[in-house]
């Protein structure tokens, strides 16, 4: 096989043994389980979610430890130093390996805080605190699902609390363990039971308040991980305001107390609830009143239009004719007062014309008109002893052959007129 | 209403939209008469909702509500 060897293995194990106590002792934290004692050593297994590691004590040290009565038993969180160790065995003794603790004593809450830091960083990364927050929530859930201890003052809490909000639905009762290594499987198993049944719409996880190890179970990795998971919200209420779990993280709510717990399981205020509708209804009603009362009004203005129409336009009939007279009226007026406004112009300009300074001027020169005019007039000459001849028809003769031509003739003189005969001389004109 | 509601909430938030329109005065007769009408159907379904929580709390443990469903299978 070309390995070294073949060594006898009684001293292989005692090599063993050698190399495995020369290890570096150190400290480790873990709960424990299955604790067998013999007569002088006592066994158990310290294990986490992760893994275990089997462990001895001689009853020696533990004594020195100083636990209290019954420390080292199943559950208890313990914090333990030493190292590694291998028991070759002998002849009829079987060999062994256990953790060889030389102190041993109840993990504080120091110890379960870093614990628990760690686990809560762990599932943050996860996303899994963000799961159940995102679910919705019913305000006015029938059927509750509630995972507490069975004698608990939690569920006499929680009950008072559903009966304040005046709620008074279907809770299933799921009954666990809330303190010991069996409650977190316990509480685990109830909480999926109860999440399968359809009807039941949120889920309550409560215990009373207690230490960090008191509470340990609610922290359980297993535990949160199924909580993280549901589709059902969870509200949980473990220990009072100070404790945090990790199940508070995970959980859709987390409360202080029980009754918070019944008011978040629960959001509707049953009793404020009802008085709200009645309040709604009475809105509706006066809604609906209010609507057709509202119109009664505008139908009936409705109703009486036409006549209302007929009226208006009778009235603004009668008023147009009346402007229209008006300002007919108005109109004659206006133009006989521009007719006699232009006719005082016409006159004043007139007047003035007439009464201008040519006036003296040209009534002189009429004067002279008039005289020049009576110097030629007929009967002037006639005055003076001129007579004219005028024909029949009172034509003027001016000249001697008009005169025989017309053969009679009158002789107009001053005072009167003479009727005359042509007679030819010849011898006077010769 | 021409569909039941799917949750108490989902039921009085409408509700509360109606009230809101209602109180708007901006609704015409036919729909402030159908608002209400649809408003009266949300408050019945709202008291149903809460009556049916209102009587008397019941108990049951998970195992009897096992052996109730198992009765109920067979």
Not at chain 1, 13 to 36: D, F, I, P, Y
Not at chain 1, 119 to 138: H, I, N, V
């Amino acid at each position: 096989m070309g390995l070294p060897g073949p060594f006898p293995v009684g001293r292989y194990a005692r090599k063993l043994q050698e190399e495995l106590r020369r290890r570096a002792r150190v400290q480790l934290v873990g709960e424990v389980t299955g604790v067998s004692r013999s007569k002088v050593q006592a066994y158990f297994e310290l294990r986490d979610p992760e893994g275990a590691v089997p462990c001895a004590i001689w009853l020696d040290d533990l004594e020195k430890a100083g636990l209290p009565e019954g420390g080292l038993r199943d559950g208890a969180e313990v914090v333990i130093a030493g190292g590694p160790d291998y028991y070759p065995g002998g002849g009829q003794a079987s060999p062994s390996f256990a953790f060889r603790a030389t102190h041993v004593r109840l993990a504080g809450e120091g110890d379960l805080l870093a614990r628990l830091e760690a686990l809560r960083k762990q599932l943050q990364g996860e996303g899994l605190f963000a799961l159940q927050k995102q679910l919705r929530r019913p305000v006015l859930p029938k059927t509750i699902g509630v995972v507490t201890a069975e004698g608990g003052a939690a569920r006499r809490d929680l009950l008072a609390g559903l009966e304040r909000r005046g709620w008074a639905g279907t809770v299933v009762w799921g009954f666990a363990p809330v303190q010991d290594r069996r409650a977190a499987p316990a509480i685990t198993g109830a909480i999926q039971d109860l999440a399968a049944r359809p009807e039941v719409e949120a889920i309550v996880v409560t215990r009373g308040g207690g230490s960090l190890a008191d509470l340990w179970a609610f922290c359980d990795e297993t535990l949160c991980r199924t909580v993280a998971m549901l589709r059902v919200p969870v509200v949980a209420a473990v220990g009072h305001e100070r404790d945090s779990t990790l199940i508070d993280d995970v959980a859709a709510v987390a409360c202080s107390t029980p009754t918070h717990a019944a008011e978040a399981a629960v959001p509707l205020d049953c009793v404020g609830a009802r008085a709200a509708l009645g309040a709604h209804t009475a809105s509706l009603g006066r809604a609906a009143g209010g609507a057709v009362r509202g119109r009664i009004p505008h139908l009936v203005a409705l109703a009486r239009g036409p006549a209302r129409a007929l009226r208006r336009e009778r009235l603004g009939l009668n008023q147009k004719t009346r402007e229209i007279r008006a300002a007919s009226e108005r109109g004659v007026a206006e133009r006989l007062g521009f007719q006699r406004r232009l006719a005082t112009v016409v006159l004043e300009r007139a007047r003035n014309r007439a009464a201008g300074p040519d006036m003296d001027r040209r009534r002189a020169a009429l004067r002279r008109a008039e005289v020049a005019l009576r110097a030629h007039q007929p009967e002037r000459t006639l005055e003076r002893g001129y007579a004219l001849v005028e024909d029949g028809a009172g034509e003027p003769v001016t000249d001697a052959a008009a005169a025989r031509a017309a053969a009679h003739v009158t002789l107009r003189f001053a005072d009167g007129r003479v009727g005359a005969q042509i007679e030819e001389d010849d011898e006077r004109d010769a | 209403m021409s569909e039941t509601p799917d949750s108490y909430e989902a039921a009085v938030e409408r509700l509360e939209q109606i009230i809101d329109r209602l109180d708007s005065g901006q609704a015409g007769l036919r729909e402030t008469l159908e608002l209400c009408s649809e408003g009266r159907e949300l408050v019945t379904y709202c008291t149903a909702e809460l009556d049916a929580v209102s009587e008397g709390l019941k108990e049951l443990k998970l195992d009897e509500l096992a052996a109730k469903l198992d009765a109920s299978a067979a």
